[in-house]
């Protein structure tokens, strides 16, 4: 008589990218309006919530120019996003108006996801620190990364999945396990915290205090702005105006 047959391990999967969806949201530049208008309208303010945003564009620029920072705050997104967990351990840095709920390896098998650079991350950092610039790396030093990174995320998953067959534990098994792994959570945001974040996640050529992001966190980041700006067109473009920092 055969023994009994043993699940086969989940094959590991290596991506390059990262995902970000915006699950439900409550924003617009409306939201700016009624709130900033409160201050001399009162209850009258309201009426901004059926009018066309449009037409009080310049509002909306003076209190992004101005640093009036508390409109912004009026609104609420969330979003879904899947990435590698050494993005979330700088995403986390962010406190102030976000709120996370991450999946958790106590109480759930991890899944072999992995993140392995493409072809376009530049690989080499030259410069010391403060002056540092990134540069392409060779075909042969993305050869090795993605052999290497592979090979040691193979490696971990196996001892992984070796102490949850003996038994153990998932949250003394997932020590193992490398930052490189994909989690996910949601985060919830407003528009001011989110400009905050990225101001300092992405590098862009309005920006007037210029940033430094690791490309990875940049991704996620240039991902939820373009939903932002979605939602949020007049206040998007006020912020890229005024140097693409938080009021």
């Not at 109480?107 to 992995?114: A, I, K, S, T, W």
């Not at 001892?159 to 038994?167: S, T």
Request: hydrophobic share 40%; with cysteine.
């Amino acid at each position: 008589m055969s023994g009994p047959v043993e699940a086969a391990s989940p094959t590991p999967v290596f991506r390059s990218d990262v995902t970000v969806e915006l699950v439900k949201h409550s924003a617009s530049d409306r939201d700016v309006l009624w709130a900033a208008r409160v201050s001399t309208a009162g209850e009258q303010s309201l009426e901004e919530l059926d009018a066309d945003p449009a037409r009080s564009q310049g509002l909306i620029n003076y209190l992004m120019r101005d640093r009036h920072g508390s409109p912004f705050e009026h609104n609420s997104m969330t979003f879904f996003v899947s990435a590698p967990i050494f993005v979330f351990r700088e995403f986390h840095r962010h406190r102030v108006g976000f709120s996370y709920n991450e999946e958790s390896g106590r109480y759930r098998e991890l899944q072999p996801v992995f993140y392995v650079p493409g072809p376009d991350r530049k690989l080499v950092q030259q410069g010391r620190p403060g002056q540092y610039v990134f540069v392409e790396g060779t075909p042969e030093q993305h050869k090795l990364v993605t052999e290497a990174m592979e090979r040691s995320y193979r490696d971990s998953y196996a001892a992984y999945q070796e102490m949850l067959a003996a038994g153990v534990a998932r949250e003394v098994a997932r020590a193992t396990l490398p930052v490189g792994l994909f989690s996910s959570m949601y985060a919830t945001c407003n528009a001011r915290s989110l400009m905050h974040f990225l101001g300092l996640r992405t590098k862009h050529e309005l920006a007037k205090v210029p940033s430094f992001p690791q490309r990875e966190i940049e991704m996620v980041a240039e991902e939820m702005e373009a939903e932002w700006a979605r939602l949020m067109p007049l206040t998007h473009a006020a912020f890229n105006k005024n140097g693409r920092v938080a009021p």
